[in-house]
């Protein structure tokens, strides 16, 4: 059964930065893509980044040249580097294994001053 856990919110100021971590686990990772989607409060839950099991990424567009996804297979890791954070990037943030269909729990993620 793959399971995804994912860390790294947490309340930062606009302009600032985060770095989510997906660590998954019961999965054949390196074999996978992988997404991260968002959802904010009292909307539905949107496509944010996603990266192939070769490395190449794509983006939603309000997050391109701020957001960055890469991975770690030796460390069954996906990350979302998240560069000048704004308001509207508030949300809970999920990992997916497009492989298996599965979701993680989610990581809160408030940009405010």
């Known amino acids: 059964q793959v399971q995804l856990a994912e860390s790294g919110g947490g309340l930062v100021q606009p302009g600032g930065s985060l770095r989510l971590s997906c660590v998954a686990s019961?999965?054949?990772?390196?074999?996978?893509?992988m997404g991260w989607y968002r959802q904010a409060p009292g909307k539905g839950r949107e496509f944010v980044a996603s990266?192939?099991?070769?490395?190449?990424?794509n983006y939603l567009d309000s997050v391109k040249g701020r957001f960055t996804i890469y991975r770690d297979n030796a460390k069954n890791t996906v990350y979302l580097q998240m560069n000048s954070l704004k308001p509207e990037d508030t949300g809970v943030y999920y990992c997916?294994?497009?492989?298996?269909?599965?979701w993680g729990k989610g990581t809160l993620v408030t940009v405010s001053s």
């Open positions: 997916k294994d497009w492989g298996s269909n599965a």
């Open positions: 019961g999965s054949e990772f390196s074999l996978n893509d």
């Open positions: 990266i192939t099991s070769g490395g190449s990424g």
